[in-house]
Nanobody
Framework: QVQLVESGGGLVQAGGSLRLSCTAS????????MAWFRQVPGREREFVSV????????YDTDSVKGRFTISKDNAKNTLYLQMNGLKSEDTAVYYC????????????????????WGQGTQVTVSS
């Protein structure tokens, strides 16, 4: 089992920055492939960014490319999402997700590929 706890959300003005953190426990963090998803009320949860277990491959959805950066610190058992240039459309609850496997270094992009989820952290961007 893996337990995930997100933090770092909050209220920020458009153009500002936030860094989300997701701390994992219960399993060797370095073996986890991880991702960030987000959800707006009334809409489906959507993929934001993904990183492989080694941390040497990442991918971002088009709407956040050049603004968001995903990274993982194996020494601190923590996944990060650095969010710069925030826009009102980034307002959502952000979830981190993790899974084992994928030792080929591949990336996983869909919800159903992840076994473990955090409780979510609210990000609100005011315009």
């Amino acid at each position: 089992q893996v337990q995930l706890v997100e933090s770092g959300g909050g209220l920020v003005q458009a153009g500002g920055s936030l860094r989300l953190s997701c701390t994992a426990s219960g399993r060797s963090f370095s073996t986890l492939a991880m991702a960030w998803f987000r959800q707006v009320p009334g809409r489906e949860r959507e993929f934001v960014s993904v990183i492989n277990w080694r941390g040497d491959a990442t991918y971002d959805t088009d709407s956040v490319k050049g603004r968001f950066t995903i990274s993982k610190d194996n020494a601190k058992n923590t996944l990060y999402l650095q969010m710069n240039g925030l826009k009102s459309e980034d307002t959502a609850v952000y979830y981190c997700a993790a899974r084992t496997g994928g030792f080929s270094g591949r990336l996983f992009f869909t919800e159903r590929e992840y076994s473990y989820w955090g409780q979510g952290t609210q990000v609100t961007v005011s315009s």
